[in-house]
């Protein structure tokens, strides 16, 4: 059982470039979110997505876009990469029972410096 | 929005209990509490959640007022092992106003 898995791991991109990480959850989770972490500033949501083929906004969505074609894998896309992008990104899954949440599960981040 | 402001760093000792408070002043009534610990390249791990008064597992206990403006992780008899970064989440995974504290560091020394 992999649970949330992240590829690339790290990741070199020049100013400009565009790139897309790939998150897949093994669970059958039907949340999926993607969050950046930024060193004094914890985990900020950037999009999330609360079922195939539906996706939002979360705190930091610029810059950004996402997919969620299917229900195992989301998507983030940096269409022209900034260096206020350099981040490690987190992607995390969940779901809900009896109407009570619970708890996210972590994939263990992509590292991504944009020169 | 519920904004979570935790201390930033902590120190204790093996064999002693830590207890991190985390403040979240907005919290909305569908949001959850929930901690997690992290290590150096590595993502954040689940340790306990809760809504309201007291939850216990294994491994930690989670305090929590009944105004749900504050809320404590209580973590008994660390070890050297439990040096990590300790986050706060507050929200409800249905929305976006899910918010991170800025982490805990706690270091336990020998």
């Known amino acids: 059982n992999a649970g949330v898995t992240q590829t690339p791991k790290f990741r070199v991109l020049k100013t400009g470039q565009s790139m897309t990480l790939l998150c897949a959850q093994d669970m059958n989770h039907e949340y999926m979110y993607w969050y950046r972490q930024d060193p004094g500033m914890g985990l900020r949501l950037i999009h999330y997505s609360v079922g195939e083929g539906t996706t939002a906004k979360g705190e930091v969505p610029d810059g950004y876009n996402v997919s969620r074609l299917k229900k195992q894998n989301f998507l983030l896309g940096l269409e022209s990469a900034a260096p206020s992008q350099t981040s490690v990104y987190f992607c995390?899954?969940?779901?809900?029972?009896?109407?009570?949440?619970?708890?996210?599960?972590f994939g263990d981040g992509t590292r991504l410096s944009i020169l | 929005l519920a904004k979570t402001t935790q201390p930033i760093s902590m120190d204790s000792y093996e064999g002693q209990e830590v207890n991190i408070t985390c403040s979240h002043n907005n919290i909305a009534t569908n949001d959850y509490i929930t901690w997690y610990q992290q290590f150096p390249s590595q993502g954040p791990r689940f340790i306990i959640q809760?809504?309201?008064t007291k939850v216990t597992n294994e491994v930690a206990s989670l305090f929590i007022p009944a105004d749900r403006k504050s809320s404590t992780l209580s973590l008994p008899r660390v070890s050297l092992s439990d040096t990590a970064v300790y986050y706060c989440l507050v929200g409800d995974i249905r929305g976006n106003d899910m918010r991170f504290g800025a982490g805990t560091r706690l270091t336990v020394k020998p």
């Open positions: 995390a899954s969940s779901y809900m029972t009896g109407g009570s949440n619970q708890p996210q599960h």
């Open positions: 809760g809504y309201k």
